[in-house]
């Protein structure tokens, strides 16, 4: 059993267009995260939602914009792609409470390819 | 905004403690130190978290000086397999939510 999914794993798309990049989590936690990783492996934390609020909102243009339909759902929505916004994208999860230690879980990726 | 910081590549022999170390000169008092590893094509996968002193699990032991502003991860007889992107992360969960990943360290074990 997969604990947390992204879908697609691959997406190639033209500059300009619209996208959205899926996440579910089966572990029952109430916090999960949007990173991006760039050419040189740079991990950055963009979005992250705790029981469906909004918990941290990183400098990230507003043409990304983040939904979490329930705690087991973050989705991320791009629009008006550019082609500096090529990169792997990380979904994670965990179980976070105020003052407690917490092991984030990753998705596999979304490597997208902005043409 | 804290920095953190790591040596962009190692090189070890099979059967070697490899010791990566990370620099966090502005942690904070409320951050805690983790460190993940990575495979190509992979998501990050948790390796050991600490917040002072010494933690040791099965896989990995972290060291981490009074003055936390730097930290080390040390993996025991590495073998081929432990080929990988170490990354550690300053993170709370207090107050303002902060999730800080170092830059990455490159391992590379050798038969």
């Known amino acids: 059993d997969t604990a947390v999914s992204q879908t697609p794993k691959y997406l190639v798309t033209q500059m300009g267009n619209d996208k959205s990049i899926k996440c579910e989590q089966n572990?029952?936690?109430?916090?999960m995260y949007w990173y991006k990783q760039d050419s040189k492996k740079f991990l950055k934390i963009m979005f992250s939602?705790?029981?469906?609020?909004?918990?941290i909102n990183e400098t990230v243009p507003n043409r990304f914009s983040p939904k979490s339909p329930d705690k087991a759902h973050l989705n991320l929505h791009i629009n008006s792609l550019e082609l500096g916004d090529s990169a792997v994208y990380f979904c994670?999860?965990?179980?976070?409470?105020?003052?407690?230690?917490?092991?984030?879980?990753f998705g596999p990726g979304t490597r997208l390819t902005v043409l | 905004l804290a920095k953190t910081t790591q040596p962009i590549s190692m090189d070890s022999y099979e059967g070697q403690e490899v010791n990566i170390t990370c620099s966090h000169n502005?942690?904070?008092?409320?951050?805690?130190i983790t460190w993940y590893q990575q495979f190509p094509s992979q998501g990050p996968r948790f390796i050991i978290q600490?917040?002072?002193t010494k933690v040791t699990n099965e896989v990995a032991s972290l060291f981490i000086p009074a003055d936390r502003k730097s930290s080390t991860l040390s993996l025991p007889r590495v073998s081929l397999s432990d080929t990988a992107v170490y990354y550690c992360?300053?993170?709370?969960?207090?107050?303002?939510?902060?999730?800080?990943f170092g830059t990455g360290t490159r391992l590379k074990v050798l038969a």
């Open positions: 939602y705790n029981n469906k609020e909004l918990i």
């Open positions: 502005n942690i904070a008092t409320n951050d805690y």
């Open positions: 994670a999860s965990s179980q976070v409470g105020a003052g407690v230690i917490d092991t984030q879980y």
């Open positions: 992360l300053v993170g709370s969960t207090s107050g303002t939510y902060k999730y800080i």
């Open positions: 572990l029952g936690h109430d916090t």
């Open positions: 600490g917040y002072k």
